[in-house]
């Protein structure tokens, strides 16, 4: 797809931080074992053919270029074109629920002026769903709307997303943050040409410190922005509680088979681990496991990231272990999200509730 150019935008903060979040953005935060929350709207933009991808990074943004690096993992390490790695305003990090900062995006102007491509997809990264772009670029000229908005019609609250207000002639005439029972929800995926966004950016002068759309409320008049509905398997994370349930999510297979298309596969950073061994007298059920896990104890419905030791005695129930820790002897670890590089030590108890779960932050 050589008609658009993306950018993904990951300098923003979640309005509920955790320790989770503490010393990483969102967009890097691991899921499913092995990958990390950007990699889904990073691997979107490669699987529809673009190679002109941006990156607007967030002040702490270490853990996110440990991850992509020269985007060698999803073939983004190109002479021409490629992974741009876009400097990110100190502010839009401490802005909230501002996903497309406009000043995030007049910083990078030169990204979008530079490209040759008539149109642009932004997108943040807290929002795991496998959509095919080509297909949206493809609905959005068709409709003859100057931004295409990517939405969904939901059966619960989401109090991060913003709600559409949608009229007759299918026209985006609002919008407004928290969803309902039966709204369409934006999934902070969007795509317009680049000309509209160039002067979308002109119009938000005065009010850079708004959101893309916020600074747009009173221009749907002017320009026409229509809906694109989706109606595959979405994960929205934008706090702990959603982190969980959405991982817990995970370890249904019609989920993981709608999330994780092989048609559409997701990439993610190569660490070339062995496979997961299970060492006698293991008993695993309903589990997710990376590579590099060994497993002496009992795992139940819980995902393991690379490198986790459970040893014997040991048991992990309705639990998310990160990268590297170690669950020791006759330890008990149940409804908790356990981060990376931690050592529970031979007969701790870690229990949280299914309405309460117990977060251990990264260990040293």
Known sequence: MERACGIITCNYSVNHPSALTANRPPASVPIAGR???????????VNSGMRNVGLIMPTNYRSLIDHVGSGKDWSLDRKH?????????????????ARFLIRDLEQNIQFIERSDKPFVILSSASCIFNIDLVELVDAHIASGADITVVCKRIDHEEPALQALTVDENDRITSM????????LVSLDLCVMGKETLLQALTWGKGVDYLDLFEAMAEDFNRIIVRPYVYDGEVMAIFNADDYYKSSMRLLDPD???KIFDPVRPIHTKAHDNPPAKFLPGANVSNCLMAGGVRVAGTVQNSILGRDVIVEHGATVRNSVIMQSCVISEGAKVDHAIIDRDNMIAPRVELRGTPENILIKGRGF
């Open 81 to 97: 074109g490629g992974l741009f790695l876009l400097p990110g305003s100190a502010f839009g990090s401490q802005r909230t629920g």
């Open 255 to 257: 989920v993981v088979e």
């Open 35 to 45: 990958f990390r929350m950007v990699d889904f709207a990073l691997s979107a933009m």
């Open 176 to 183: 407004r943050m928290g969803g309902s029972y039966g709204d």
